[in-house]
């Protein structure tokens, strides 16, 4: 797979070769609910040698604020690559990047960026925040978001859902 050949067709959040990777972001949001971590998900796609990392939330278990899905993902791709730019890459997440993670993006120079659902909340290519095409920046990423977004969404909610929940059946001290 050449960069060059990213034209275009690949701004389609249905184009298949995203539907395939965010599957697999989905995966590892579901290991990070199995964990009881907010349940988002994030692989990174070399063009020369495919899928090079994949990572999901592990705040409680690292003990770590920078512990997201995309941060760890980033690490692991520019260790694999032995470079900290992850040119020529794609980082697939199932919830749109936040503040800390899109300047990690923007630091690790990746080109595509795909999401699942927005994040109204914390979101910083589209809800709250523009930084991934930020003129100001050093570098901008191409940004397709909506990829599964039911799924990404619904995962979310759930496990906030069962959170709530659980606090409303516990007794208060």
């Not at 972001?25 to 994030?42: K, M």
């Not at 020369?48 to 941060?71: C, F, S, V, Y």
Request: proline share 5%.
């Amino acid at each position: 797979m050449d960069m060059d050949q990213f034209n275009l067709e690949l701004s389609d959040p249905m184009h298949q070769f995203h539907l395939m990777h965010m599957e697999i972001a989905l995966e590892e949001a579901r290991a990070a609910e199995q964990e009881d971590e907010v349940p988002v998900g994030a692989l990174i796609v070399s063009a020369k040698a495919g899928i090079i990392a994949k990572a999901h939330n592990q705040r409680e278990l690292l003990k770590d604020p920078t512990a997201h899905a995309e941060m760890i993902a980033i690490t692991q791709a520019a260790q694999y690559l032995q470079s900290w730019r992850l040119e020529n890459c794609i980082l697939y997440v199932t919830l749109e990047p936040c503040p800390m993670c899109a300047g990690a993006i923007v630091q690790s120079r990746i080109p595509w960026v795909v999401y699942g659902c927005m994040d109204p909340k914390a979101g910083a290519c589209h809800s709250l925040y523009n930084l991934l095409n930020d003129p100001r920046l050093n570098h901008r990423s191409r940004v397709v978001s909506g990829v599964l977004e039911n799924e990404c969404s619904s995962i979310l909610s759930e496990f906030f859902q069962k959170k709530r929940n659980n606090r409303k059946g516990s007794p208060k001290l």
